[in-house]
Protein backbone atom coordinates (compact mmCIF):
# COMPACT_ATOMS: atom_id res chain seq x y z
CA UNK A 1 0.00 0.00 0.00
CA UNK A 2 1.23 3.37 -0.48
CA UNK A 3 2.87 5.34 2.42
CA UNK A 4 1.18 8.08 1.39
CA UNK A 5 -2.11 6.64 2.18
CA UNK A 6 -0.97 5.05 5.71
CA UNK A 7 -0.04 7.95 6.92
CA UNK A 8 -3.44 9.55 6.33
CA UNK A 9 -4.94 7.03 8.06
CA UNK A 10 -6.51 7.93 11.34
CA UNK A 11 -5.66 4.53 13.43
CA UNK A 12 -7.61 5.45 16.10
CA UNK A 13 -11.32 5.83 14.67
CA UNK A 14 -10.37 3.58 11.67
CA UNK A 15 -9.52 0.27 13.96
CA UNK A 16 -12.71 1.05 16.44
CA UNK A 17 -15.00 1.29 13.75
CA UNK A 18 -13.88 -2.25 12.00
CA UNK A 19 -13.34 -3.63 15.36
CA UNK A 20 -16.72 -2.47 17.00
CA UNK A 21 -19.19 -4.04 14.56
CA UNK A 22 -17.04 -7.51 14.96
CA UNK A 23 -17.38 -6.92 18.41
CA UNK A 24 -21.04 -6.23 18.68
CA UNK A 25 -21.30 -9.82 16.82
CA UNK A 26 -18.90 -11.47 19.28
CA UNK A 27 -21.05 -10.24 22.45
CA UNK A 28 -24.03 -11.07 20.97
CA UNK A 29 -22.77 -14.51 20.58
CA UNK A 30 -21.48 -14.96 24.32
CA UNK A 31 -24.96 -13.63 25.76
CA UNK A 32 -27.01 -15.80 24.11
CA UNK A 33 -24.61 -18.78 24.94
CA UNK A 34 -23.80 -18.23 28.36
CA UNK A 35 -26.87 -16.03 29.65
CA UNK A 36 -29.69 -16.41 27.32
CA UNK A 37 -31.54 -14.15 25.80
CA UNK A 38 -33.86 -12.27 27.52
CA UNK A 39 -36.44 -9.87 25.56
CA UNK A 40 -36.48 -7.51 28.91
CA UNK A 41 -33.18 -6.33 27.62
CA UNK A 42 -34.56 -4.79 24.45
CA UNK A 43 -36.22 -1.85 27.17
CA UNK A 44 -33.32 -0.28 28.28
CA UNK A 45 -31.69 -0.88 25.10
CA UNK A 46 -34.70 1.33 22.89
CA UNK A 47 -34.34 3.69 25.58
CA UNK A 48 -30.49 3.97 25.34
CA UNK A 49 -31.14 3.85 21.33
CA UNK A 50 -33.74 7.20 21.76
CA UNK A 51 -31.32 9.29 24.48
CA UNK A 52 -27.84 8.30 22.90
CA UNK A 53 -29.23 8.85 18.90
CA UNK A 54 -31.60 12.15 20.23
CA UNK A 55 -28.61 14.06 21.98
CA UNK A 56 -26.86 14.27 19.06
CA UNK A 57 -30.21 15.21 16.71
CA UNK A 58 -32.13 17.68 19.43
CA UNK A 59 -28.27 18.72 21.57
CA UNK A 60 -25.10 18.05 19.15
CA UNK A 61 -26.80 19.31 15.98
CA UNK A 62 -30.21 21.73 16.32
CA UNK A 63 -28.62 22.97 19.98
CA UNK A 64 -25.15 23.59 20.02
CA UNK A 65 -24.54 23.31 16.06
CA UNK A 66 -27.58 25.64 14.87
CA UNK A 67 -28.81 27.57 18.51
CA UNK A 68 -31.99 26.73 16.97
CA UNK A 69 -33.55 27.21 20.45
CA UNK A 70 -32.84 27.96 24.44
CA UNK A 71 -32.65 25.60 27.25
CA UNK A 72 -31.25 25.00 30.67
CA UNK A 73 -28.17 23.99 31.98
CA UNK A 74 -29.73 20.59 32.70
CA UNK A 75 -30.94 19.48 29.68
CA UNK A 76 -27.50 20.57 28.44
CA UNK A 77 -25.87 18.33 30.99
CA UNK A 78 -28.37 15.66 29.58
CA UNK A 79 -27.24 15.86 26.00
CA UNK A 80 -23.48 16.14 26.99
CA UNK A 81 -23.51 13.07 28.48
CA UNK A 82 -25.69 10.88 26.31
CA UNK A 83 -24.19 12.54 22.98
CA UNK A 84 -20.84 11.30 24.60
CA UNK A 85 -22.93 7.87 24.31
CA UNK A 86 -23.29 7.66 20.96
CA UNK A 87 -19.57 7.96 20.53
CA UNK A 88 -19.10 10.65 17.98
CA UNK A 89 -17.06 12.91 19.87
CA UNK A 90 -17.19 16.51 22.02
CA UNK A 91 -19.56 18.81 21.39
CA UNK A 92 -17.41 20.92 20.60
CA UNK A 93 -15.33 18.80 17.59
CA UNK A 94 -19.32 17.53 16.33
CA UNK A 95 -20.12 20.99 15.79
CA UNK A 96 -17.36 22.55 14.57
CA UNK A 97 -17.34 20.32 11.47
CA UNK A 98 -21.32 20.35 10.95
CA UNK A 99 -21.09 24.38 10.72
CA UNK A 100 -18.14 23.96 8.49
CA UNK A 101 -20.59 20.85 6.47
CA UNK A 102 -23.05 23.69 6.09
CA UNK A 103 -20.63 26.69 5.41
CA UNK A 104 -18.76 24.60 2.46
CA UNK A 105 -21.53 21.93 1.15
CA UNK A 106 -20.70 19.72 -1.41
CA UNK A 107 -17.15 21.35 -1.62
CA UNK A 108 -13.67 20.53 -0.24
CA UNK A 109 -13.74 21.55 2.77
CA UNK A 110 -16.87 20.38 3.61
CA UNK A 111 -15.34 17.61 5.92
CA UNK A 112 -18.22 14.96 4.45
CA UNK A 113 -18.25 16.08 0.95
CA UNK A 114 -21.30 13.57 -0.89
CA UNK A 115 -19.09 14.65 -4.14
CA UNK A 116 -16.64 12.30 -2.97
CA UNK A 117 -18.87 9.03 -2.86
CA UNK A 118 -21.45 7.57 0.43
CA UNK A 119 -18.64 6.01 1.60
CA UNK A 120 -17.00 8.51 1.89
CA UNK A 121 -19.79 11.04 3.75
CA UNK A 122 -21.01 8.52 5.54
CA UNK A 123 -18.17 6.94 7.75
CA UNK A 124 -14.81 7.18 5.15
CA UNK A 125 -14.34 10.51 6.41
CA UNK A 126 -13.62 9.60 9.81
CA UNK A 127 -11.22 6.85 8.89
CA UNK A 128 -8.53 10.13 7.31
CA UNK A 129 -6.68 12.46 9.61
CA UNK A 130 -7.80 16.03 10.24
CA UNK A 131 -6.23 18.41 8.14
CA UNK A 132 -3.69 20.03 10.19
CA UNK A 133 -5.43 23.66 9.51
CA UNK A 134 -8.64 22.70 11.25
CA UNK A 135 -6.91 20.61 14.01
CA UNK A 136 -7.89 21.98 17.47
CA UNK A 137 -9.68 25.08 15.91
CA UNK A 138 -13.16 25.41 17.33
CA UNK A 139 -16.15 27.10 17.31
CA UNK A 140 -15.33 30.25 20.08
CA UNK A 141 -18.75 30.40 21.14
CA UNK A 142 -19.09 27.07 21.75
CA UNK A 143 -15.36 26.84 23.00
CA UNK A 144 -16.31 29.74 25.72
CA UNK A 145 -18.86 27.73 27.36
CA UNK A 146 -17.83 25.95 30.24
CA UNK A 147 -19.95 22.64 30.20
CA UNK A 148 -18.87 22.20 26.45
CA UNK A 149 -15.36 22.70 27.28
CA UNK A 150 -15.77 20.37 30.21
CA UNK A 151 -17.50 17.71 28.05
CA UNK A 152 -14.45 17.79 25.43
CA UNK A 153 -11.63 17.75 27.92
CA UNK A 154 -13.13 14.21 29.47
CA UNK A 155 -14.86 13.05 26.08
CA UNK A 156 -13.01 9.68 26.07
CA UNK A 157 -13.99 8.68 29.80
CA UNK A 158 -17.37 10.17 29.54
CA UNK A 159 -17.75 8.03 26.67
CA UNK A 160 -16.59 5.05 27.83
CA UNK A 161 -18.93 5.27 30.95
CA UNK A 162 -22.06 5.93 28.89
CA UNK A 163 -21.56 3.72 26.33
CA UNK A 164 -20.31 0.67 28.25
CA UNK A 165 -20.31 0.88 31.90
CA UNK A 166 -23.82 2.12 32.66
CA UNK A 167 -25.01 -0.18 30.22
CA UNK A 168 -22.70 -3.10 32.17
CA UNK A 169 -23.92 -1.77 35.73
CA UNK A 170 -27.92 -1.68 34.09
CA UNK A 171 -27.21 -5.34 32.81
CA UNK A 172 -25.68 -6.40 36.00
CA UNK A 173 -29.23 -5.31 38.00
CA UNK A 174 -31.36 -6.89 35.17
CA UNK A 175 -29.57 -10.30 34.95
CA UNK A 176 -26.41 -10.15 33.21
CA UNK A 177 -23.89 -8.18 32.66
CA UNK A 178 -23.20 -9.34 28.81
CA UNK A 179 -26.26 -8.70 27.82
CA UNK A 180 -26.39 -4.72 28.73
CA UNK A 181 -22.78 -4.65 27.23
CA UNK A 182 -23.69 -6.40 23.73
CA UNK A 183 -27.03 -4.85 23.56
CA UNK A 184 -27.10 -1.42 25.15
CA UNK A 185 -23.53 -0.91 24.58
CA UNK A 186 -22.94 -1.92 21.40
CA UNK A 187 -25.90 -3.03 19.25
CA UNK A 188 -27.25 0.39 20.15
CA UNK A 189 -24.26 2.43 18.94
CA UNK A 190 -23.78 0.90 16.09
CA UNK A 191 -27.11 1.36 14.87
CA UNK A 192 -26.94 5.35 16.62
CA UNK A 193 -23.72 5.22 14.41
CA UNK A 194 -25.44 4.42 11.20
CA UNK A 195 -29.04 5.94 11.72
CA UNK A 196 -27.20 9.46 12.53
CA UNK A 197 -23.99 8.76 9.80
CA UNK A 198 -27.40 8.37 7.10
CA UNK A 199 -27.53 12.22 7.48
CA UNK A 200 -24.40 13.13 6.06
CA UNK A 201 -24.87 10.33 3.47
CA UNK A 202 -28.06 9.42 2.13
CA UNK A 203 -30.05 13.06 3.02
CA UNK A 204 -27.67 13.94 0.32
CA UNK A 205 -28.71 11.30 -1.84
CA UNK A 206 -32.30 10.04 -1.74
CA UNK A 207 -35.15 12.57 -1.83
CA UNK A 208 -36.07 15.94 -3.44
CA UNK A 209 -34.91 19.28 -3.89
CA UNK A 210 -38.20 21.20 -1.76
CA UNK A 211 -36.63 24.26 -1.43
CA UNK A 212 -33.20 24.59 -3.21
CA UNK A 213 -31.18 23.44 -5.70
CA UNK A 214 -27.91 24.98 -4.70
CA UNK A 215 -26.47 21.94 -2.63
CA UNK A 216 -27.29 18.06 -2.82
CA UNK A 217 -29.50 18.39 0.45
CA UNK A 218 -32.78 16.33 -0.31
CA UNK A 219 -35.68 15.90 1.41
CA UNK A 220 -37.13 12.46 1.99
CA UNK A 221 -39.94 11.02 4.49
CA UNK A 222 -38.40 7.72 4.10
CA UNK A 223 -34.81 8.75 5.09
CA UNK A 224 -36.84 10.82 8.18
CA UNK A 225 -37.86 7.63 9.35
CA UNK A 226 -34.00 6.28 9.80
CA UNK A 227 -32.69 9.61 11.02
CA UNK A 228 -34.88 10.67 14.07
CA UNK A 229 -36.62 12.87 11.83
CA UNK A 230 -33.21 14.17 9.96
CA UNK A 231 -34.27 13.25 6.40
CA UNK A 232 -35.75 16.57 5.93
CA UNK A 233 -32.25 17.40 5.07
CA UNK A 234 -32.72 20.36 2.16
CA UNK A 235 -35.31 22.08 4.62
CA UNK A 236 -32.52 21.93 6.79
CA UNK A 237 -29.72 23.37 4.77
CA UNK A 238 -32.21 26.22 3.38
CA UNK A 239 -33.40 27.05 6.51
CA UNK A 240 -31.13 25.88 8.91
CA UNK A 241 -31.85 27.89 12.16
CA UNK A 242 -35.19 26.33 11.95
CA UNK A 243 -35.72 24.13 15.39
CA UNK A 244 -37.68 22.08 12.92
CA UNK A 245 -36.79 19.84 10.27
CA UNK A 246 -40.50 18.61 8.77
CA UNK A 247 -42.88 21.30 9.10
CA UNK A 248 -45.88 19.43 8.72
CA UNK A 249 -47.61 18.28 12.23
CA UNK A 250 -48.18 14.40 10.08
CA UNK A 251 -44.76 14.11 8.39
CA UNK A 252 -42.27 11.84 10.90
CA UNK A 253 -39.56 14.43 13.03
CA UNK A 254 -39.58 13.38 16.44
CA UNK A 255 -36.50 15.41 17.30
CA UNK A 256 -38.97 18.30 16.55
CA UNK A 257 -41.37 16.83 18.53
CA UNK A 258 -38.66 16.29 21.80
CA UNK A 259 -38.50 20.00 21.70
CA UNK A 260 -41.84 20.83 21.44
CA UNK A 261 -42.81 18.70 24.20
CA UNK A 262 -39.52 20.73 26.43
CA UNK A 263 -40.97 24.08 25.82
CA UNK A 264 -44.24 22.52 26.62
CA UNK A 265 -43.00 21.43 30.13
CA UNK A 266 -40.79 24.75 30.32
CA UNK A 267 -37.73 23.24 29.82
CA UNK A 268 -37.48 25.02 26.56
CA UNK A 269 -37.68 28.13 24.71
CA UNK A 270 -36.83 30.69 22.00
CA UNK A 271 -37.61 28.05 19.67
CA UNK A 272 -36.71 29.68 16.13
CA UNK A 273 -39.50 29.75 13.33
CA UNK A 274 -38.65 30.67 9.75
CA UNK A 275 -41.58 32.99 8.26
CA UNK A 276 -44.00 30.77 6.25
CA UNK A 277 -43.85 33.68 3.24
CA UNK A 278 -40.49 32.81 3.22
CA UNK A 279 -40.41 28.61 3.52
CA UNK A 280 -43.47 29.21 0.45
CA UNK A 281 -41.15 31.74 -1.53
CA UNK A 282 -38.96 29.12 -1.74
CA UNK A 283 -40.74 26.36 -2.55
CA UNK A 284 -42.35 28.28 -5.69
CA UNK A 285 -38.87 29.41 -6.71
CA UNK A 286 -38.52 25.65 -6.97
CA UNK A 287 -41.24 24.72 -8.60
CA UNK A 288 -40.91 27.56 -11.21
CA UNK A 289 -37.21 26.19 -12.10
CA UNK A 290 -38.81 22.61 -12.41
CA UNK A 291 -41.69 23.99 -14.87
CA UNK A 292 -39.09 26.13 -16.71
CA UNK A 293 -38.08 22.56 -17.79
CA UNK A 294 -41.52 21.70 -18.85
CA UNK A 295 -41.92 24.72 -20.46
CA UNK A 296 -39.28 24.77 -23.02
CA UNK A 297 -40.33 21.13 -24.64
CA UNK A 298 -43.62 23.09 -25.37
CA UNK A 299 -41.92 26.57 -26.77
CA UNK A 300 -44.95 28.40 -25.32
CA UNK A 301 -43.72 31.75 -24.66
CA UNK A 302 -47.13 32.85 -23.50
CA UNK A 303 -47.50 30.27 -20.62
CA UNK A 304 -44.00 31.17 -19.57
CA UNK A 305 -44.88 34.48 -19.73
CA UNK A 306 -47.81 33.74 -17.71
CA UNK A 307 -46.28 31.67 -15.07
CA UNK A 308 -43.34 34.02 -14.63
CA UNK A 309 -45.57 36.55 -14.18
CA UNK A 310 -48.04 34.66 -11.31
CA UNK A 311 -44.81 33.58 -9.71
CA UNK A 312 -43.20 36.92 -9.03
CA UNK A 313 -46.86 38.66 -7.99
CA UNK A 314 -47.10 35.25 -5.40
CA UNK A 315 -43.58 36.68 -4.36
CA UNK A 316 -44.43 40.02 -3.71
CA UNK A 317 -47.71 39.31 -1.99
CA UNK A 318 -45.74 36.84 0.07
CA UNK A 319 -43.29 39.42 1.59
CA UNK A 320 -46.47 42.21 2.14
CA UNK A 321 -47.89 39.67 3.96
CA UNK A 322 -44.78 39.94 6.09
CA UNK A 323 -44.10 42.84 6.66
CA UNK A 324 -47.77 43.58 7.38
CA UNK A 325 -46.81 40.44 10.21
CA UNK A 326 -43.98 41.94 11.08
CA UNK A 327 -45.39 45.33 11.77
CA UNK A 328 -48.15 44.02 14.16
CA UNK A 329 -45.87 42.20 16.36
CA UNK A 330 -43.97 45.37 16.52
CA UNK A 331 -47.36 47.00 17.96
CA UNK A 332 -47.71 43.73 20.62
CA UNK A 333 -44.95 43.62 21.68
CA UNK A 334 -44.46 47.48 22.69
CA UNK A 335 -48.21 47.60 24.04
CA UNK A 336 -47.68 51.22 25.52
CA UNK A 337 -47.08 52.74 21.59
CA UNK A 338 -50.06 51.04 20.81
CA UNK A 339 -52.19 53.12 17.69
CA UNK A 340 -55.18 51.26 17.33
CA UNK A 341 -55.53 53.06 13.21
CA UNK A 342 -52.08 52.24 12.22
CA UNK A 343 -53.22 48.48 13.78
CA UNK A 344 -56.17 48.49 11.72
CA UNK A 345 -54.50 49.63 8.94
CA UNK A 346 -52.16 46.77 8.50
CA UNK A 347 -54.80 44.53 9.51
CA UNK A 348 -56.77 45.61 6.50
CA UNK A 349 -53.88 45.48 4.13
CA UNK A 350 -52.63 41.75 5.21
CA UNK A 351 -56.43 40.62 5.03
CA UNK A 352 -56.60 42.19 1.37
CA UNK A 353 -52.86 40.83 0.61
CA UNK A 354 -54.13 37.36 1.88
CA UNK A 355 -57.15 37.09 -0.17
CA UNK A 356 -55.23 38.67 -3.09
CA UNK A 357 -52.76 35.58 -2.61
CA UNK A 358 -55.81 32.83 -2.42
CA UNK A 359 -56.79 33.81 -5.73
CA UNK A 360 -52.94 34.15 -7.67
CA UNK A 361 -52.64 30.84 -6.03
CA UNK A 362 -55.65 29.70 -7.99
CA UNK A 363 -55.11 31.45 -11.13
CA UNK A 364 -51.26 29.57 -10.70
CA UNK A 365 -52.75 26.35 -10.76
CA UNK A 366 -54.94 26.79 -13.41
CA UNK A 367 -52.13 27.67 -15.25
CA UNK A 368 -50.51 24.92 -14.38
CA UNK A 369 -53.27 22.59 -15.67
CA UNK A 370 -53.22 24.08 -18.98
CA UNK A 371 -49.04 23.50 -19.05
CA UNK A 372 -50.28 19.83 -18.35
CA UNK A 373 -52.54 19.54 -21.12
CA UNK A 374 -50.17 21.51 -23.85
CA UNK A 375 -47.66 18.64 -22.56
CA UNK A 376 -49.79 15.94 -23.00
ZN1 LIG B 1 -27.27 21.07 10.34
ZN1 LIG C 1 -26.10 18.05 5.16
Request: net charge positive; glycine share 4%; hydrophobic share 45%.
Amino acid sequence: MNKNILKKIDWVTLPFFVITPILTVYFIYLYLKIDGFDPYILIPTFLFWLFTGMSITAGYHRLFSHRSYKTGPLVEFFFLMFGAGAFQYSVLKWCTDHRRHHLKVDHDEDPYNINKGFFWAHIGWLFIKEDEKYKDKFAVDLEKDPLIAWQHKYIIPISIFMAFILPAIIGYFMGSVLGGIAFIGLLRMLFVHHMTFFINSLCHIVGFQTYTDTNTAKDSPIMALFTYGEGYHNFHHFFQTDYRNAIRWYQYDPTKWLIKSLELFGMAWDLKLTPQEDILKAKLLMEGKRLDKKLALTNSMELKTKIDNLLSELSVILDSIKKAKKELKIFAENKKKKNELAIFEIKRKLAEAKINFKFKLKEYSYVKKSLQFALA
